[in-house]
């Protein structure tokens, strides 16, 4: 993988770049659509590469080692092939989501992660060596370093022995990496995710362990898990600050329209959340001057195209009356056309923040944006 950095904001930390892969390039800033069991959900190819434009997006270790399982991706030929995906994808290591199962779950730092299947309850182990091998059998082209996800709030010493837990599993995942090689044919590369919770000394104490991997591009983990917005910029910024400027920095699970703007002025380069797809499912639209929820009755006589400012297909055939109509009476076009939506839009806001950088006018035009963008219609 490589990674080029193109010009950067004079007003703030925003940059531009590409990151390079055996399966195509990404124009950074990015967002990431999530495929968790391989699929965008209630989009197909046509719509993600088409109509959304999407660049990359992502699959998750927990969930497809669980169903459809390795024996089948591996026998498919690697996700890229199971999915008829041919552009990048990336893998999640399943940490957050055994993290999620808090309730079901044992952390044992010497081996790794005991938890049981939220679909039949069997029991299964997660170690560093065998979140590496599970995504060489998926075959993404970004993979992610198993680490323990702290909650919030946790005080220091939770903190600090959580991020002891995540740096000794990273050394153990990135030699496993390094004396493994990749099954399809394609370059993987390894991004470590820095953890620290809200505490600075302990966020510097990760980078600071990472960067001497040499990876060749890093995540940010453990933000936007409760705390408060202000806080979550806090710590982006505080990380984007400490890591290095060649490598490309994912902030993992972020976020609404302004929290992405916001972490683009900070320096973060890619984005994921699986909010546009969620909200888009239950009628929630971001568009350009706000956020419209489309279950509401002032919808149901307004004719209007769903978003006069959008180039999507859907936005501009259907009304807005529509819409709504398809949502209050359970069909499933509304979420899909929701969803499409969306993805079209985060997609859109991500290229015109490339856009405005490129013209030297990003932070006077995201400053415009942020609290357009925070409005509810």
Known sequence: ?????????????????????????IKTPIFMPVGTVGAVKALHL?????????????????????????????????LHKFNGWDRPILTDSGGFQVFSLSACRKIKPDEGVWFQSHIDGSRHLFSPEKVIDIQRTIGSDIMMAFDECPPYPCDFT????????TLGWLDRCWKHYKETEPKYGHSQTLFP????????????????????LDSEGIAIGGIAVGEPTELMYEMADHCCQLLPKDKPRYLMGVGTPANILENIALGVDMFDCVMPTRNGRNGMIFTWDGMMNMKNEKWKNDFTPIDANSDLTADRVYSRAYLRHLYTAGEILGPMIGSIHNLH?????????????????????????????????
């Open 1 to 25: 993988m490589r990674f080029i950095v193109e010009k950067t904001d004079e007003k703030s930390s925003a940059r531009m770049g590409t990151i390079t892969t055996d399966h195509g390039e």
């Open 46 to 78: 046509y719509d993600l590469k088409e109509e959304v434009k999407a660049q990359i997006i992502l699959g998750n270790t927990y969930h497809l080692y669980l169903r459809p399982g390795m024996e089948v991706i591996e026998a498919a030929g690697g």
């Open 158 to 165: 939770y903190a600090r022995k959580s991020l002891d837990i």
């Open 193 to 212: 995710i820095v953890q620290g919770s809200t505490y600075k000394d302990l966020r510097a104490k990760s980078i600071e362990h990472i960067v001497k």
């Open 345 to 377: 839009f985060y997609l859109d806001l991500v290229t015109t923040a490339r856009k405005k950088i490129e013209e030297g006018t990003f932070t006077e035009w995201k400053n415009q944006m942020v609290p357009r963008l925070s409005t509810k219609l």
